[in-house]
C-alpha cells in the first residue's frame, strides 16, 4: 500500500517518522546529562541543608543542641554523635538508628555516600563537626534520582518529540504541496499536448530551479517528439506514394491488356510488370533495411581492412564509369561487412548516375578515424541541399531526370549505417561534383 502513496505522502511520513526518531535519539542522548544535572543539583540542596544544621550542632552541642528544622527539598537529618547514637534527627527519622555511618577519609570534613534502605536508595551528604574533643556527623539524605528523572519528565519528553515531529510533518506537507505544484500543472499541461497538439509546450516556472530544468527538458523532448511524428508523417505519406506509383503503373498495364487480350504484348507486358515489380521490391527491401536500422537491431562485429572492402565491392560492380583509387592499406575498422558493403554500394551507385566520365574512391587514415571518399565529376550538389538528399525518399530534380526508377531511400540507408558503425557520413566541399565523406572509428582507437 505505501508504494501507491503520493510522494507528499510518502515525504510527510518519512519526515515524522524520521524527526520523531531524531528527537527520541537526542532525549537518550541528553537524559544523562539532564540526570547528572539534577542530581548534582540535589546533591548540592542536602551539602547547603548539612553545613547548615554543621553550624548549629558546632555552636549548641552538647547540651543546647536546637531541633532540626528540615527543609522541603531535605527533610532526612540526622546527628549521629562519636558513639553512633543519633544525638538528633529531623521528624521523618525521629527514634530511628542511624542510615549510614560512612565517615569521611583523612583530613576531610565532608563525605558523599550512597544508601539503601526499604527498597529506596538515597543520596548522602555527611559532614564532620567538632563538638569538644570528639567528632559528631551530620547527615542529610535525599532521594536518588533515577536514570528516567522522573515519570513527568518521560511523558514531557515524549509529548514534545510527537508534537515538534508532528508540526514538522505539517511543515514538510505544506511545502512539499507547494513544491509540487509546478510537477501537476506540466503533467496536466503535457496531457493535453499528447491528446490535442504538439506544437504546445510547457510553460517554464516562475524560478530558475530544477522543475524549471525539467520543463526545459520536456519542451526539448516534445521538439524531438514532434520532428519524429512529423518525420513520421512524412515518411508515410512518400512510401505511399513510392510504393502507390509501381502498383498503379502494373495495374494500368494488366487493365489494358485483358480490355484487348489478341491485341495484347503480353511478352512486354510480362517485362513491363517485372520492371515494376523490381521497383517495388527495391522499395520494400529498403524500407525493411531503414526498419531494421531504427529498430537499432546488432550487426556483426568483426575485423575488416576498409582498402580491401572496397577492392572487394568494386571488383563484383560493372564498370559504366571510370574508377580512379586512392586507397591507403591497412586502414582496420570493426564493423558488419555487408552493411558497409551497402554503403559503399549506394555511395557508387549515387556517383555512377551523376558522373559525367570519372568516380575517385580514396580510402586513409585521418587521426583516429578511418576516412572513406567516393567523388564524381557530376553537376555537383548545392550546400543548401547537402543535408536534404538524406532525407527520406528525397530525390532533387537533376536526380528524377537522370534515374526516374530510384527509391530515394539510399543515402539516408548510407547515413543509417555510418552512425550504427559510431561514425558519420557528410558532403564536403570539392573542386567539381559531389564529394561524399564517411568517417568510421579506427578498430583499438
Not at 38 to 47: F, G, I, N, R
Not at 153 to 181: F, N, P, Q, T
Request: with cysteine.
Amino acid at each position: 500500500m505505501f508504494t501507491r502513496w503520493s510522494v507528499r505522502r510518502r515525504l510527510t511520513l518519512v519526515t515524522l517518522l524520521t524527526t520523531l526518531a531524531g528527537f527520541l535519539l537526542i532525549a537518550l542522548v541528553v537524559t544523562p546529562l539532564v540526570h547528572a544535572l539534577v542530581t548534582s543539583y540535589v546533591t548540592d540542596q542536602a551539602a547547603t541543608a548539612a553545613r547548615r544544621v554543621s553550624y548549629g550542632v558546632q555552636r549548641y552541642a552538647p547540651d543546647n543542641l536546637k531541633p532540626v528544622v528540615a527543609t522541603e527539598e531535605v527533610d532526612l537529618v540526622q546527628v549521629v554523635d562519636n558513639q553512633g547514637a543519633v544525638r538528633q534527627a529531623s521528624i521523618r527519622l525521629l527514634g530511628k538508628p542511624p542510615l549510614t555511618r560512612v565517615l569521611p577519609r583523612d583530613a576531610d570534613s565532608r563525605v558523599d555516600s550512597r544508601v539503601c534502605t526499604g527498597g529506596t536508595c538515597l543520596i548522602v551528604v555527611g559532614y564532620r563537626v567538632g563538638v569538644g574533643s570528639a567528632n559528631w556527623m551530620v547527615y542529610t539524605y535525599v532521594p536518588e534520582i533515577p536514570w528516567y528523572i522522573s515519570i513527568r519528565y518521560i511523558i514531557g519528553v515524549l509529548a514534545g518529540s510527537v508534537l515538534m515531529s508532528a508540526i514538522i510533518a505539517a511543515v514538510c506537507w505544506m511545502v512539499v504541496r507547494k513544491a509540487l505544484e509546478p510537477v501537476k500543472t506540466m503533467k496536466n499541461e503535457l496531457a493535453e499536448i499528447t491528446e490535442t497538439d504538439l506544437g504546445r509546450r510547457v510553460p517554464p516556472t516562475a524560478h530558475q530551479d530544477e522543475l524549471d530544468d525539467l520543463a526545459k527538458t520536456i519542451n526539448d523532448t516534445l521538439d524531438r517528439l514532434e520532428g519524429a511524428v512529423e518525420q513520421q508523417r512524412r515518411f508515410a505519406s512518400d512510401a505511399s506514394h513510392d510504393l502507390r506509383s509501381p502498383i498503379t503503373a502494373m495495374r494500368a498495364q494488366v487493365e489494358d491488356a485483358l480490355m484487348h487480350p489478341e491485341d495484347a504484348d503480353w511478352q512486354g507486358t510480362g517485362q513491363a510488370l517485372l520492371t515494376s515489380l523490381d521497383r517495388l521490391q527495391a522499395i520494400v527491401t529498403d524500407l525493411l533495411t531503414l526498419a531494421r536500422l531504427d529498430a537499432g537491431a546488432p550487426g556483426r562485429n568483426e575485423p575488416l581492412d576498409l582498402a580491401v572492402l572496397v577492392e572487394e565491392e568494386l571488383a563484383r560492380r560493372p564498370r559504366g564509369k571510370q574508377v580512379n583509387l586512392g586507397l591507403a592499406p591497412g586502414v582496420a575498422i570493426q564493423g558488419d561487412r555487408l552493411r558497409l558493403a551497402r554503403l559503399l554500394t549506394n555511395l557508387l551507385d549515387n556517383a555512377e548516375r551523376h558522373a559525367d566520365a570519372t568516380i575517385t574512391v580514396s580510402v586513409f587514415r585521418e587521426g583516429g578515424m578511418a576516412v572513406l571518399e567516393v567523388e564524381d565529376d557530376g553537376a555537383g550538389i548545392p550546400l543548401d541541399q547537402r543535408e536534404l538528399v538524406f532525407r527520406r525518399f528525397t530525390r532533387l530534380d537533376a536526380s528524377r531526370n537522370v534515374d526516374a526508377g530510384g527509391t530515394g531511400l539510399g543515402l539516408a540507408i548510407a547515413r543509417e549505417v555510418a552512425r550504427a558503425h559510431g561514425g558519420s557520413l557528410t558532403i564536403e566541399d570539392s573542386e567539381v561534383g559531389a564529394r561524399f565523406v564517411l568517417h568510421i572509428p579506427i578498430s583499438g582507437s
